[in-house]
């Protein structure tokens, strides 16, 4: 063409929770059962909503003004009913002003980042979560900025290496958390929490946390929302109702705004994203006015402790058949619904492969071996030798080798299948012994070099 019309960063729109996909499908195609358990869909793994949430939803479907638009931050009503609920949490005071939808937090994120300053950047956790760390490193056209969480502390935050990233890189105008935290399971504590926003006070940087995953706690943590310890710091708090009805095909999230009069570019930014999304008009309308009806439904309260004390019996039961494996390291999760799985590094060898049947199978996995990270070489083994399909850990923006599981499956008999199925292959793998006859794994592995 006459001129480059390639956005600088789209190389970083990464996104391993989906791509992985692709190589499923074929596989799938080639005769094999999947076993899907690379993204957070509730839904999919047979989770149902429950029938007096469906009724209301099936009630305003019958409601003609749900069919119209709505105003651009969304539906009053509904914004108003947030506000009152983050000013239940703590002395931090919000309005209906501070509330704006999106058409699920993925819009959100893109108009978070899509509006930044392409000079400012946004640090974030490593294990990170895709969405946020490709938009990020999308919009400033260079890989994403990461601190380390420490799994030998419960994945909690390396404090001194955020501080020290952000004291040395005076382009990070930002720092993201996501709490409780995707892959790893984590919740921050009120501590921990309070340390992150004194580094953003001193240093001048604005806050988001994504709070997706709030009301699902459980181990005995204790959720501390942004909005209970902010204080003056310019900040953004992330929610939604796609992991708590749950409803994710409603696509249906908002950020709470805080402190935006303290700081005018904070205010100036937050208004360039109000500005982006009335150039869409609105976001979806029926499932805004779903909100205060179904979380102001008595019913609703015991519906979350009922799903707290569900993933908590699924996050023992992962950790008991997990932790028993040798070669693993394992972190009980204290929210979300997830489990991040280390593989031990120092057993890991870019030869190792696992026994698949079918021959056209093994030769299309030991084509898409070649030259990845020792996590993602076993990851594709696993697919073609079991069907079970689980994320890498190096898709999250980390260096550390293993995988995330979920804790979705609804059928108790599968999910143990399939955990158990991992172990099992894990242990197989890490003994697995080259033979001379086959010479593709000795092609070198990124993460090595070969040997």
């Known amino acids: 063409m006459r001129r480059n019309i390639e956005h600088v960063g789209w190389g970083q729109l990464n996104y391993e ?56 931050p969304g539906v009053r009503e509904t914004r108003e009913f947030i506000a009152e609920l983050v000013n239940k949490r703590g002395s931090y005071q919000v309005t209906a002003e501070d509330i704006l939808f999106f058409n699920g937090l993925g819009d959100a994120v893109a108009k978070i980042f899509g509006y930044l300053r392409r000079e400012a950047r946004v640090i974030g956790p490593s294990p990170a979560y ?3 760390s490709s938009a990020e490193a999308a919009h400033s056209g260079y890989e994403h900025l990461t601190y380390n969480l420490i799994p030998d502390d419960h994945w909690m935050p390396d404090l001194e290496d955020l501080e020290n990233k952000i004291k040395y890189n005076d382009s990070i105008a930002g720092m993201l958390l996501i709490n409780p935290d995707n892959p790893t ?39 501390v929302n942004l909005s209970e310890i902010i204080g003056d710091v310019p900040g953004m708090a992330l929610h939604g109702i796609s992991k708590e009805y749950p409803w994710p095909g409603g696509r249906c999230g908002w950020i709470e705004v805080f402190n935006k009069d303290r700081n005018n570019d904070f205010n100036r930014y937050i208004k360039s994203i109000l500005n982006a999304k009335m150039l869409e008009v609105c976001s979806t309308s029926l499932p805004q ?65 696992l026994n698949i049947d079918s021959p056209q199978i093994r030769r299309y996995i030991e084509t898409k071996v070649r030259d990845v990270q020792s996590d993602k070489r076993f990851v594709y083994y696993l697919l073609g030798a079991t069907g079970v399909c689980v994320v890498p850990l190096t898709g999250f923006c980390c260096k550390r080798k293993g995988f995330r599981i979920t804790l979705l499956e609804t059928d108790d008999e599968k999910r143990r299948w399939t955990w158990e199925t991992i172990v099992k292959s894990i242990n197989e793998y890490m003994a697995s012994t080259p033979s001379r006859d086959r010479s593709i794994h000795l092609i070198p592995n990124a993460s090595t070099g070969g040997r």
């Open 17 to 72: 929770i989906r791509e992985i996909v692709a190589v499923a499908t074929d596989i799938q195609d080639m005769g094999m059962t999947i076993t899907w358990e690379n993204i957070g869909d509730p839904i999919q793994k047979g989770e149902k909503m429950l029938p007096w949430i469906k009724e209301i939803i099936r009630d305003l479907a019958a409601d003609d003004r749900t069919y119209g638009y709505v105003p651009t």
């Open 130 to 132: 895709s969405t946020h």
């Open 185 to 223: 399971g984590a919740v921050y504590p009120r501590h921990v929490l309070e340390a992150m926003v004194d580094i953003a006070r001193r240093y001048e940087i604005f806050i988001i946390s994504d709070e997706i995953y709030a009301n699902l706690v459980y181990n005995g943590a204790r959720m």
């Open 289 to 353: 006015y779903s909100i205060p009806r179904v979380m102001g439904d008595p019913r609703y309260a015991e519906h979350l402790l009922s799903r707290r004390r569900m993933f908590e019996k699924r996050a023992q039961e992962a950790y008991d058949i997990f932790s028993a494996c040798d070669n693993v390291q394992v972190v009980k999760p204290q929210g979300a619904f997830y489990m991040t799985v280390l593989l031990k590094e120092d057993r890991l060898d870019p030869r190792q492969f």
